[in-house]
């Protein structure tokens, strides 16, 4: 049986591992390879790397940590930020990432998800949506990367997770913005809607504090994998405590 | 030394660095004389069975590999590409194993078949599950699947059953990725490697 995943995510800023509150204040957690071997050992089915000096500054992924990375993790591995063009997509796979998440440049340029999916196949294409409700329906925002550039994008949610299906997503990360660092748990009624109309792997992502949170998640919400940062971080929950918490529960997970 | 064939897919990185955590001489190369004269070939693969087929044909591969004695191994598509064909763009594929791909028909289940799944050992005296256990978790990512035929050697589940490790002679393929399947996978390629 197909085991749920859990995904922690490490924002990487010139060649190191980060964490700041709400992207200010960041404070140095080690160095790529260091943090991503411990997370492999920990028993990390997949990490998610977001550059986050690629997306805020409008450069292009450094691609010679991505490489490093490659050689030494034999799990999978997801890299998210500044990638804006097939190109850019290319040289990130390549040096052996398996899979790039896409977000406001999703927004503002759809077609780059057909694209994708056209070149390397859908399994390598993750489409990342920041979702906030609004007068009582979901909408999608873009530029979250900063408060100042932070801008609802006047889409409906549900809507475009309908179409980046449509164009080739793979699989899809839900980051409710409201719960996001919170600690107060996932988005379920949220991740629930999106759930019902979406075929590829859904990943959940925003407010995990507990690990109560990620068995609702699975067992509620029917999400293929939770993605999580500050609580794994910091060292509040173990990863290998959580799966054999999961598994005590009767949620499939790989031990 | 091993051949690792390259078709200019997007994993063939994360193959090479796995081969070299096996300790294994290798190179990536599309000549047919170096194929040829290799001890062992691998065929890595993501992406689409045409695009795969097109870029085997206009390197002029496809003879060179289905004359090989060698132990040959395709990963994921590169397996996918072995058989007889494949409904994903109704591609004819290389016919070095019999049947047809087909979508998998997971009702209500998401697409693609991503994460990690468990082994079901079908044929244990196979070479390559050598220290592999009934329900080892592999990483599995695809959305069409090869037939369950005389050919599977291992298989997993997901709304119905799938070919994971397959091979006839001295052909051998995985649909899922050993080079991200953790110590499982480095122990499948440990043991082609010692074909």
């Known amino acids: ?255 | 030394m091993i051949a690792v064939i390259d078709t200019a897919v997007a994993n063939l990185n994360s193959v090479i660095y796995a081969i070299q955590r096996t300790e294994t001489p290798f190179c990536a190369t599309t000549d047919p004389e170096v194929i040829r004269q290799a001890s062992h070939v691998i065929l890595p693969g993501v992406g689409h069975a045409q695009a795969s087929m097109r870029r085997l044909h206009e390197l002029g591969l496809v003879p060179v590999i289905r004359a090989l004695t060698q132990p040959v191994l395709g990963i994921c598509l590169g397996m996918q590409i072995l058989y007889d064909s494949s409904e994903e763009g109704d591609t004819p594929g290389l016919g070095i194993l019999p049947g047809r791909v087909a979508k998998i028909s997971a009702a209500g289940l998401p697409l693609p078949h991503m994460g990690w799944n468990t082994l079901r050992l079908d044929d244990p005296s196979s070479p390559l599950l050598r220290g592999i256990f009934l329900d080892d978790r592999v990483y599995f990512v695809h959305s069409f699947r090869a037939p369950m035929n005389a050919a599977v050697m291992a298989s997993s589940f997901y709304g119905e059953e799938i070919p994971a490790i397959v091979g006839r002679d001295n052909f051998f393929g995985t649909q899922f990725h050993p080079e991200r399947s953790g110590p499982v996978g480095l122990s499948i390629l440990r043991n082609f490697c010692a074909l």
């Open chain 1, 1 to 255: 049986m197909l085991a749920k995943r859990i995904i922690p995510c490490l924002d990487v800023r010139d060649g190191r591992v980060v964490k700041g509150v709400k992207f200010r204040d960041h404070v140095d957690l080690g160095g790529i390879l260091e943090l991503a071997q411990r997370y492999r050992d920990a028993g990390a089915d997949e990490l998610v790397f977001y550059d986050i000096t690629a997306s805020a500054e409008k450069r292009t992924v450094d691609t010679s940590w991505i490489e490093a990375t490659a050689q030494v993790l034999d799990i999978p591995f997801c890299v998210a930020g500044g990638i804006r063009s097939v190109d850019d997509a290319r040289r990130i796979l390549h040096a052996g990432a398996d899979k790039v998440s896409i977000n406001s440049p999703a927004i503002e340029h759809p077609d780059l998800i057909d694209q994708l999916a056209a070149e390397f196949g859908i399994q390598c294409v993750v489409i990342g949506i920041d979702t906030l409700v609004h007068d009582g329906d979901y909408y999608i925002w873009k530029y979250t990367g900063s408060e100042s550039t932070a801008q609802n994008a006047g889409r409906r949610t549900l809507d475009w997770v309908r179409e980046v299906q449509d164009r080739g997503a793979g699989e899809i990360v839900l980051n409710c913005m409201a719960a996001d660092g919170t600690k107060q748990g996932y988005d379920i009624e949220q991740l629930n809607a999106v759930r019902a109309i979406c075929r590829v792997p859904l990943v959940a992502s925003g407010g995990a504090g507990k690990m109560e949170d990620f068995y609702t998640a699975f067992s509620t919400a029917r999400v293929d994998a939770a993605l999580a940062a500050g609580i794994f971080h910091r060292g509040e929950v173990q990863i290998s405590d959580l799966k054999h918490y999961l598994d005590s529960k009767g949620v499939i997970v790989r031990l």
